[in-house]
């Protein structure tokens, strides 16, 4: 691979089997929680990518032990739901993961922490979170005064009690929040005013909270009570495989026609970007699972009208899927791409329309109409990891497509292009 570009070569894989990295949400999570136990936990099957390293190391800035072994083992020291917290100000880069969750562990900190990030990340929005923490008595402020960080949060006090958040550009706020509420004196009574959106994620924090011994209870997606006064349970946490990043190696059966199979994911995972396998049954493929893992045989491609606003980081890649589909694919409600690594409705628009295609944004929506003749081009990844891996399986169907920055990968799977070059034959 190339240090600034990679070309892809055109290939129909067939009876491929890959192996992915973790989860890089479960990974966030468990760090997280882990550090709030009640003792050591080791994580094993840990991401090991920019910005769940990111995490770790914010995690040691503000008081906790987190020793890295290097190959997805990490040994956190739980303080009970205690954080000293951080004296010099957390570098998170551009893990929106990690600054909503930590901003609002730094709730718990024994004294004021300061968060900031990249250029990018000064762009995204976090006045939500901040105002729900101001509610429980938890100084929170913007510096800049945008609701962008860096963000300055005050520690000291835990008296947690009822607020109301709106989730609709981001359910992280909403993780975050019950992340911490355990560890206040009442807890947290959480009214969502608006969204959520992405709410797969939500059931995956809540599914952290019930495995680590932490009670709680909601009503639809508009009410979440945690009672307070809980302890993480410390011990052995596994980390599954990350399905949003096994979605470029399914999508590479999809548009080629040919055969990929990803070990040790199972069709049970809470993880909601596991979603995108129905769409695709929708458009034409064929979806096996066995105790092994999941496989995905291509088919004819055709349309689809569908609501993503649950599987937001699944729409560049269903969009380049939908781009060899007969017919016009609507993806809708998409909004909040617009805050993330960088603006991807735009970017994924205007890529696809680099190469040929006829994409338009309308609204909150994506219109895509397959079929094309498409050709090759250099695609701008704009610093995005989920850019450069889309954008890769639309390569093996088009012949001169190249990647700039290939790098930008390191964000959650490091070794992406040494695992794709099994696909390319």
């Given at each position: 691979?190339?240090?600034?570009?990679f070309?892809?070569?055109?290939?129909?894989?067939?009876?491929?089997?890959?192996?992915?990295?973790?989860?890089?949400?479960?990974?966030?999570?468990?760090?997280?929680?882990?550090?709030?136990?009640?003792?050591?936990?080791?994580?094993?099957?840990?991401?090991?990518?920019?910005?769940?390293?990111l995490?770790?190391?914010?995690?040691?800035?503000?008081?906790?032990?987190?020793?890295?072994?290097?190959?997805?083992?990490?040994?956190?020291?739980?303080?009970?739901?205690?954080?000293?917290?951080?004296?010099?100000?957390?570098?998170?880069?551009?893990?929106?993961?990690?600054?909503?969750?930590?901003?609002?562990?730094?709730?718990?900190?024994?004294?004021?922490?300061?968060?900031d990030?990249?250029?990018?990340?000064?762009?995204?929005?976090?006045?939500?979170?901040?105002d729900?923490?101001?509610?429980?008595?938890?100084?929170?402020?913007?510096?800049?005064?945008?609701?962008?960080?860096?963000?300055?949060?005050g520690?000291?006090?835990?008296?947690?009690?009822?607020l109301s958040i709106?989730?609709?550009?981001?359910?992280?706020?909403?993780?975050?929040?019950?992340?911490?509420?355990?560890?206040?004196?009442?807890?947290?009574?959480?009214?969502?005013?608006?969204?959520?959106?992405s709410?797969?994620?939500?059931?995956?924090?809540?599914?952290?909270?019930?495995?680590?011994?932490?009670?709680?209870?909601?009503?639809?997606?508009?009410?979440?009570?945690?009672?307070?006064?809980?302890?993480?349970?410390?011990?052995?946490?596994?980390v599954?495989?990350?399905?949003?990043?096994a979605?470029?190696?399914?999508?590479?059966?999809?548009?080629?026609?040919?055969?990929?199979?990803?070990?040790?994911?199972?069709?049970?995972?809470?993880?909601?970007?596991?979603?995108?396998?129905?769409?695709?049954?929708?458009?034409?493929?064929?979806?096996?699972?066995?105790?092994?893992?999941?496989?995905?045989?291509?088919?004819?491609?055709?349309?689809?009208?569908?609501?993503?606003?649950?599987?937001?980081?699944?729409?560049?890649?269903?969009?380049?899927?939908?781009?060899?589909?007969?017919?016009?694919?609507?993806?809708?409600?998409?909004?909040?791409?617009?805050?993330?690594?960088?603006?991807?409705?735009?970017?994924?628009?205007?890529?696809?329309?680099?190469?040929?295609?006829?994409?338009?944004?309308?609204?909150?929506?994506?219109?895509?109409?397959?079929?094309?003749?498409?050709?090759?081009?250099?695609?701008?990844?704009?610093?995005?990891?989920?850019?450069?891996?889309?954008?890769?399986?639309?390569?093996?169907?088009?012949?001169?497509?190249?990647?700039?920055?290939?790098?930008?990968?390191?964000?959650?799977?490091?070794?992406?292009?040494?695992?794709?070059?099994?696909?390319?034959?």
């Open positions: 691979m190339s240090e600034a570009l070309e892809v070569r055109t290939h129909r894989p067939e009876n491929i089997r890959v192996r992915i990295p973790g989860s890089k949400s479960y990974t966030h999570r468990l760090l997280i929680a882990a550090a709030l136990a009640d003792g050591p936990s080791e994580v094993s099957g840990c991401l090991r990518s920019e910005d769940t390293l995490t770790a190391e914010a995690l040691r800035q503000m008081g906790i032990s987190v020793k890295d072994h290097g190959d997805g083992r990490m040994d956190v020291e739980g303080r009970g739901g205690r954080l000293p917290g951080a004296s010099e100000v957390v570098f998170l880069a551009n893990s929106g993961t990690s600054m909503r969750l930590l901003s609002a562990i730094a709730g718990l900190g024994e004294k004021t922490s300061t968060l990030g990249n250029a990018r990340m000064r762009q995204r929005p976090l006045g939500d979170l901040l729900a923490l101001g509610q429980v008595g938890i100084p929170a402020r913007s510096l800049p005064e945008t609701g962008c960080p860096p963000v300055v949060i520690g000291g006090s835990r008296r947690g009690g009822a709106a989730c609709h550009l981001s359910s992280q706020y909403l993780s975050g929040l019950l992340l911490m509420a355990p560890c206040l004196e009442q807890g947290l009574d959480i009214t969502v005013t608006r969204g959520p959106v709410r797969p994620y939500i059931k995956m924090t809540l599914e952290i909270l019930k495995k680590m011994g932490v009670s709680f209870s909601s009503e639809g997606d508009t009410r979440y009570r945690v009672p307070g006064g809980q302890t993480y349970r410390a011990g052995n946490y596994q599954e495989p990350d399905a949003s990043n979605s470029y190696f399914f999508a590479a059966a999809a548009v080629t026609g040919g055969s990929v199979c990803v070990e040790g994911l199972s069709l049970g995972s809470v993880q909601g970007d596991l979603g995108l396998l129905g769409i695709f049954e929708k458009m034409g493929c064929t979806v096996t699972s066995d105790s092994h893992g999941i496989c995905v045989r291509g088919g004819d491609l055709c349309s689809v009208d569908v609501d993503m606003g649950d599987m937001p980081d699944m729409v560049p890649t269903l969009a380049v899927v939908a781009a060899f589909a007969k017919g016009t694919s609507y993806i809708r409600n998409v909004a909040h791409l617009r805050e993330k690594e960088c603006d991807r409705l735009s970017a994924v628009a205007t890529e696809l329309n680099r190469m040929g295609g006829s994409v338009r944004i309308v609204g909150d929506d994506l219109e895509i109409d397959g079929g094309c003749p498409l050709h090759g081009a250099r695609i701008h990844t704009y610093d995005d990891h989920r850019m450069a891996m889309c954008f890769s399986v639309a390569g093996l169907r088009v012949p001169g497509v190249v990647i700039e920055n290939p790098a930008c990968v390191a964000k959650s799977f490091p070794n992406f292009f040494d695992v794709f070059a099994r696909v390319m034959g």
